[in-house]
Structure formats: C-alpha cells, structure tokens
C-alpha cells in the first residue's frame, strides 16, 4: 500500500509505499509512529467499513491510536490500497474506487453454490457485497505491537481484569492487551530460542526458564529486556499465518542490547519467511537497518555462489532469513517533518551507513584526541 501524508501531527511531507519488509527509523517525535499508527488504521477492518464523508469516523480511528492531531486547512493524507483511495482532509473524508474482493469477487466466491447470482436483487446483491468485504477485512486486521508493552508485562497475569476496568489506556494498547492474553492462552508454553529462555504462561505465575543458568524465575523478576520482548514474541508468533496482514512494531530494540537486536529481526524475518505477513518496524537503532542489509548481501553472495560457497555464506546467515533488496523499504524521519526514502540501488542497501550519526560523532571525537595527543608528543620529543 502507499500513503502520502501532508501537515499532520509532526509530519509535513511523506510518500510513502511499503514493501514485505518497511523500517522507519529517525529520531524521537519525527513522527515514526504517526506514519505506522495510519498504516495499522487504512488496514483495519472497521476503517473499510466508513463510507463517504465520515470524517468523524476516521477521528475515532486517531483517537484509538492517540494521533488525533488537528487538521489544518493544508492537511490531507490519502491512502492508496487496492482499486480504492481514500482522501482525507479538514471536514473530507473522501473515497474512489472499491476495495477488493469487488463484484466480480463476490461472483466468483459464489461459483458452485445453489444460488444464481442474475436472480438476485440489487439489494441483495449490495448485501453480499458488504458481508464479503468485510470478512475479507476483518482476515487481514493489522497486528499492532506497542512500544508500551513493556507496562503488560507488569500484569501479565491480570491482563484481562487491566482490560476490563475503566483505566484510562489507549485503545491500540488495549488490542494489543487482548492478543497478548490470546497468545498466553493458545501457547502455554513459549520457547524463545535467541534469549535461551523457556516462558511458562499460567493463570497463577508465569515462569521462566533461562537455560544457561539452568533455574526458573517469576515473571516480574525478568529483566526489562526480557519483559519487552515475551510479549512481542509472544503476539507476533501467534500472529503470522492465514491471511496476508500487517504486523507492526514499534521499537523492537527496546532494553536490548546489539547482539540481542540482531538476533531478534534475524528470528522474526526467518519466521515471515513462511507466513503471509508484511512487516513495519519502528526505529532508533541503525543496528536494526544494518542487520537487513546484511540479510541482503547475504541473498546476493549465496544466488551468485557455487555449491561451496553457498555452504560457507550458510554457515554465516541463514538461507530462510536472506531477503531480496527489492523486497525492503527503509525511510529516514527527520526533525524537520520531512520523511525520506533512503534505499541505495547502486550498494543495494538500506542506507543504513549514512545514518549512524551517533559513531560518526564518536569516532570525529576520538580523531581529534589522538591527533591533539600526537602533536603533544611530538612537541616532548
């Protein structure tokens, strides 16, 4: 899908258009998370739902997700998905087009059933229409997983009575409380490979196992870390197959440190690698694009390698983790609202290199120390 975005909340310029694997990276309140949030709402099914010239309809969608900005005269933001558009401006809420599966969807899902299509009326027909949109909708609902998820964590097993009372929490953060409660009811037992831990989800105590040290800790002793991600892992695994969908996630580097980062966007990629998911990332961390460049480069030495190579690169990365270049999208957000599409062609990278403003300042740093301790030396020579 594509989506432009004009004077809105933090963001004044974006085009947008997501691939299997699209990363927003910048710094805080540029207005990731804005761009991500409007991804989750043109992907749900109720959003499908609005018809023309429900602006207020679309302001409830905002509010779920707490970017309802004001709309200024030259705000607009427009979604392109399918056959439809929608148009969004102050007091507009615009549609074009129709969104699949279409009239000649609904014929064709009702190839071999007892029912003659020319027969119907238009009304029933018009009915069909809507039933089948929306089923098709609500198959491919957008998983949100919020930088917040760290505070479930905290009541991990009260989730449902959190949910339940009238806590001022944001609707998005209450979906994803929900998912999370599913997830811990369908995956009792949750094995997470790259921390070397085993969760055990129960009505009573969730436990975990950390392997190395061989020995069970109480949930809530977790390391922060640890509480960030179980409750990731937990809803993205439940998440990927069936339909295709949108799997977002804000900040997956939260609390970890590098090594962690890289093995956890390895893990998740190997696993998209089989489902029918597209996945959104949030980001700080220039680790997070650096990891999918390495995921490239790997795809482009192992199509060019002969049998003995295609061993060694193996041995490196792991095949179900190697992604095309074509198949990435990396934008750069930045303190002035403008979002940037920063995909290298002639390196086929992420452009990741020209972002870690954080190293270059360092090693500037630690260049002008050395040359002002070699002019000290050579002035005691």
């Known amino acids: 899908m594509r989506i432009v975005i004009h004077n809105f909340g933090p963001i004044k310029e974006a085009d947008i258009e997501t691939k299997r694997y699209t990363v927003f990276i910048g710094q805080t309140s540029t207005g990731k998370s804005v ?25 409830s969608f905002l509010a779920q997700y707490s970017i309802d900005f ?53 009304f029933q027909k018009k009915m069909m229409y809507m039933t089948a949109k929306q089923s098709y909708a609500s198959s491919t609902n957008p998983i949100y997983i919020p930088a917040e998820r760290i ?42 490979d790259f921390m070397n831990i085993k969760v055990r989800f129960s009505k009573e105590q969730d436990t975990i196992h950390i392997d190395n040290d061989d020995v069970d800790i109480d ?8 509480q960030s991600v179980i409750p990731l892992w937990a809803v993205f695994n439940d998440s990927l197959y069936g339909f295709r969908r949108y799997i ?47 995921l490239i480069y790997a795809k482009d030495v192992y199509d060019r390698a002969d049998a003995e190579r295609k061993e060694k690169v193996a041995a490196l990365v792991n095949p179900d ?15 002035r609202g403008i979002v940037t599409f920063i995909n290298d062609p002639e390196t086929r990278s992420t452009g990741a290199y020209a972002l870690d403003a954080a190293s270059n300042e360092t090693a500037n740093v630690f260049n002008e120390l050395l040359a002002i301790d070699r002019s000290a030396e050579e002035r005691f020579q």
């Open 35 to 59: 761009a991500a949030k409007l991804i989750s709402i043109a992907n749900d099914a109720d959003f499908f739902m609005l018809e023309e010239g429900d602006f207020k309809g679309f302001g």
């Open 248 to 294: 977002i996630i804000e900040e997956p580097e939260l609390n970890l440190f590098p090594t962690l980062q890289v093995m956890l966007v390895n893990k998740m990629v190997e696993h998209l690698k089989t489902a029918l998911a597209n996945l959104v990332i949030t980001t700080h961390s220039p680790y997070i694009l650096s990891v999918f460049d390495n």
């Open 151 to 192: 505070l479930l964590s905290i009541f991990t097993n009260s989730i449902y009575s959190l949910l339940s009372n009238d806590m001022t929490i944001p609707e998005s953060i209450k979906r994803f409380g929900t998912l999370y409660g599913i997830a811990r009811d369908r995956n009792k037992d949750l094995t997470i």
């Open 70 to 122: 004001p709309f200024h005269d030259d705000t607009e933001i427009v979604f392109f998905r399918d056959k439809a558009t929608w148009t969004i401006r102050k007091d507009v809420f615009h549609i074009e087009g129709e969104m699949d599966p279409g009239w000649e969807g609904i014929k064709a899902q009702m190839q071999g059933k007892e029912m003659d299509w020319e027969s119907l009326t238009d």
């Open 219 to 226: 949930f809530k002793q977790a390391s922060s870390g640890m």
């Open 321 to 335: 983790a190697m992604i095309s270049y074509d198949d990435i999208a990396a934008y750069s957000f930045d303190d």
